[in-house]
Nanobody
Framework: QVQLVESGGGLVQPGGSLRLSCAAS????????MGWYRQAPGKQRDLVAI???????NYADSVKGRFTISRDNAKNTVYLQMNSLNPEDTAVYYC???????????????WGQGTQVTVSS
């Protein structure tokens, strides 16, 4: 079993910054891509940013130039630095990790519990 624990959400004023973290724990797995998704009330969950194990990243158009995704493979941790936040960024942010179990080769996809980000004055 892989567990993802997120942290770093909260309330921030427009124009402010937050940094989210997501740490994967467990044993017997190898993580490939890790990503951040968000879901606003009444809307679907959308991709924010994703990063491969090698460090290649892709972003949603709405966050390009403002958000930066990074990861520490040794710690199985992914980060999301969010700058120039605006009210439209308000949502629950979820971490996702995909990979394989090293003993069986079976793939997996796990989600964190979500962390609330609220941008408001």
């Amino acid at each position: 079993q892989v567990q993802l624990v997120e942290s770093g959400g909260g309330l921030v004023q427009p124009g402010g910054s937050l940094r989210l973290s997501c740490a994967a724990s467990g044993s017997g797995f190898s993580i490939g891509a890790m990503g951040w998704y968000r879901q606003a009330p009444g809307k679907q969950r959308d991709l924010v940013a994703i990063i491969t194990r090698g460090g290649s990243a892709n972003y949603a158009d709405s966050v390009k130039g403002r958000f930066t995704i990074s990861r520490d493979n040794a710690k199985n941790t992914v980060y999301l630095q969010m700058n120039s936040l605006n009210p439209e960024d308000t949502a629950v942010y979820y971490c996702n990790a995909v990979g394989v179990r090293t003993t069986s080769g079976v793939g997996f996809s796990y989600w964190g519990q979500g962390t609330q980000v609220t941008v408001s004055s």
